[in-house]
């Protein structure tokens, strides 16, 4: 059973009278054990529900809905499976003391890695496991894998770890359809490296359905940690150069472009980020490929509706990766609306310069260079700052901590042109009040 966290107000689960802490014992007779039980298990019309009560009372509960309707319940994530690896560059390795304890979960579990889409490198999977994926079908999975050479995969891993290619057969010869990654480290897995990875796990396609090639990610704690470092600008262009040609190969052969490489490396080497339609079906979106190419036609479709607003000067905060690009989207913008717009890169001290990504920014730094700035109105800032559901940033600073200190609105957006523009209307419509 799975105890319940949480009841969206209005939601069908609401109505049924559940609340935090009553338990989910079984649908439609079968027993709840995880999320995929239940994911799995909510998916038709009609549900009968038994609940362990928190006065220890059963209640079997009958709901008629739409198969695809959310009941509106948040669950418990039971029994996380975690990681052993020791990986050369692993992120939370390089965070420092004092953030909350959820930030330092090093987590390796399929259940997540096909309900929300996390990388896993199927070090830890036991036959139970396999025999569930391939019996349920447990499809799409990510696949961190690095390297295909086993050698150099055990290196960036730090650990011993089966041969990666023997397992991607197995759930490919079975019927589950898998994504990969390759994080990409100077000096130790690109070049020949890379290349034979791309041309080995290009074999499996299309079953290995994409690869992302991302830059790797280092913070300045890095103390006692092996030595690595960023991509170079002629690194960053020779990549581009290798992926580019297999994009070719693979795109007259098979039909499909397969290898797609991070927005962070065409920005590295100063190239020119491919069109929309080059990512296909944005397999890799979260994994920051095809972020810009999206972005912009997004933008086009909002400066074609937007229509002058009550405002006089709004404030936009983004990572330093991302500042020109914003700022070439709220110049156009600002001729719609007639909102004068201003672009706030803030440099993340806390984690280093060399992290320039907007979701890494903590609400120290941007109190620290938001305060005593001309604000304008209010500052909207991007939702992936924020733990998921939350108002709470990396360091534990709220939105309404960073209000009250900045003496004006703060609001986070979604994370697109259609948010900016959202939150631009809210407060022209005053429904954020400065604190």
Not at 314 to 319: F, I, R, Y
Not at 367 to 382: E, T
Request: with cysteine.
């Amino acid at each position: 059973m799975l105890r319940i966290e949480s009841v969206e107000p209005g939601s069908y689960a609401a109505e049924l009278g559940l609340d935090a802490g009553d338990r989910l014992v079984s649908i439609n007779h079968t027993q709840i054990h995880d999320l995929i039980d239940y994911h799995r298990s909510v998916e038709v019309e009609y549900l009968l529900l038994d609940v362990l009560h928190q006065d220890g009372e059963i209640w079997e509960l009958e709901i008629t809905k739409e198969a695809h309707a959310d009941l509106g319940l948040q669950l418990e994530h039971p029994n996380l499976k975690q990681c052993d690896n020791n990986c050369i560059f692993c992120f939370i390795h390089q965070l420092p003391k004092g953030l909350r304890r959820s930030l330092y979960i090093k987590d390796e579990d399929y259940r997540f890695s096909y309900l929300y889409g996390s990388y896993i490198t199927l070090s830890n999977l036991l036959e139970t496991d396999y025999q569930r994926i391939i019996d349920q079908q447990l499809s799409p999975l990510y696949v961190s894998v690095h390297a295909t050479d086993d050698r150099l995969r055990e290196r960036l891993l730090g650990c011993r770890v089966p041969p990666i290619l023997p397992l991607i057969r197995r759930l490919t010869e079975n019927g589950i359809e898998l994504h990969c990654q390759i994080v990409l480290c100077p000096g130790i897995n690109d070049g020949k490296a890379l290349q034979r990875s791309i041309a080995e796990l290009g074999e499996f396609y299309p079953h290995v359905r994409s690869l992302a090639v991302v830059p790797v990610g280092l913070t300045r704690y890095r103390a006692h940690l092996p030595q690595l470092r960023k991509l170079n600008t002629g690194e960053a262009v020779e990549t581009l150069r290798l992926i580019h040609s297999c994009q070719e190969s693979f795109l007259r052969d098979r039909g499909s472009r397969f290898v797609f490489a991070a927005d962070e490396i065409y920005l590295q080497a100063g190239s020119e980020l491919p069109e929309l339609s080059d990512y296909e079906d944005l397999f890799q979106i979260e994994n920051g490929v095809g972020l810009i190419a999206r972005f912009r036609q997004q933008a086009q479709e909002v400066l074609l509706e937007a229509d002058p607003l009550e405002l006089r000067h709004v404030c936009l905060v983004t990572g330093h990766s991302f500042g020109a690009e914003l700022r070439d989207f709220t110049e156009r913008l600002t001729v719609r609306t007639g909102v004068k717009l201003t672009v706030l890169p803030i440099e993340n001290s806390f984690f280093g310069t060399d992290v320039t990504v907007t979701g890494l920014l903590t609400g120290a730094d941007l109190l620290s260079q938001l305060q005593g700035q001309d604000l304008g109105q209010g500052v909207l800032i991007p939702d992936v700052i924020l733990k998921e559901g939350e108002e709470l940033l990396l360091d534990d600073l709220t939105l309404t901590d960073l209000a009250e200190k900045l003496r004006v609105p703060v609001l986070a957006v979604d994370s697109s042109p259609w948010g900016v523009l959202e939150g631009l209307e809210e407060l022209a419509d005053g429904v954020v009040d400065i604190i």
